[in-house]
T-cell receptor, first 112, second 113 residues
Framework: DAKTTQPNSMESNEEEPVHLPCNHS???????IHWYRQLPSQGPEYVIH???SNVNNRMASLAIAEDRKSSTLILHRATLRDAAVYYC?????????????FGKGTKLSVIP | DVKVTQSSRYLVKRTGEKVFLECVQD?????MFWYRQDPGLGLRLIYF???????EKGDIPEGYSVSREKKERFSLILESASTNQTSMYLC????????????FGNGTRLTVT
């Protein structure tokens, strides 16, 4: 999988929006952008994924740059339960797509 | 919701013991995976299975084997546990290779003494 770059940590105040950035300058045309998060003492949890267009679901929104070299996960109103490590991952639709490469991710702290 | 259940949350074993980690999923998923997670190294794929009795090596298969006799169950076996296998082990499943998300269990923290 192509490499992604994320900030090590971010802070947000409760009930404010959070924008988590991810750079993936070597993304290929068949790579989907996936986001997972891992709460303390739990396994990773799928958040959202997209290819080219912006995506919304009940958990978050994903904004993808026009050149696809970066993306942003948006949590519209951070809650204390959103404190977690967020991973941005590229998954090819071709062979080897099972090989998710989780980097260090971004540790999000939410301040009450 | 998909449920992936790992049989033990914490496990302590001695060096040289044979260790079985069990994982069961309830969504009839074809694909199942075993990862280990270590500080500073992220998640690393050990083995995966795309069908009953089928398995493929991941990035770090040495010292491990797997078994998938039934679709819902995927076992990770440490033939002779060593201290460097002390880690968090995560099982996951997904509906098909490609885009569907992985659903993870809550992990088994294995300590080998």
């Amino acid at each position: 999988d192509a490499k992604t770059t994320q900030p090590n940590s971010m802070e947000s105040n409760e009930e404010e929006p959070v924008h988590l950035p991810c750079n993936h300058s070597t993304i290929s045309g068949t790579d989907y952008i996936h986001w997972y998060r891992q709460l303390p003492s739990q396994g990773p949890e799928y958040v959202i994924h997209g290819l080219t267009s912006n995506v919304n679901n009940r958990m978050a929104s994903l904004a993808i740059a026009e050149d696809r070299k970066s993306s942003t996960l948006i949590l519209h109103r951070a809650t204390l339960r959103d404190a977690a490590v967020y991973y941005c991952i590229l998954r090819s639709s071709g062979a080897g797509s099972y090989q998710l490469t989780f980097g260090k991710g971004t540790k999000l702290s939410v301040i009450p | 919701d998909v449920k992936v259940t790992q049989s033990s949350r914490y496990l302590v074993k001695r060096t040289g013991e044979k260790v079985f980690l069990e994982c069961v999923q309830d969504m009839d998923h074809e694909n199942m995976f075993w990862y280990r997670q270590d500080p500073g190294l992220g998640l690393r794929l050990i083995y995966f299975s795309y069908d009953v009795k089928m398995k493929e090596k991941g990035d770090i298969p040495e010292g491990y084997s797997v078994s998938r006799e039934k679709k819902e169950r995927f076992s990770l076996i440490l033939e002779s546990a060593s201290t460097n296998q002390t880690s968090m082990y995560l099982c996951a499943s997904s509906g098909a290779l490609g885009i569907p998300p992985l659903h993870f269990g809550n992990g088994t923290r294995l300590t080998v003494t």
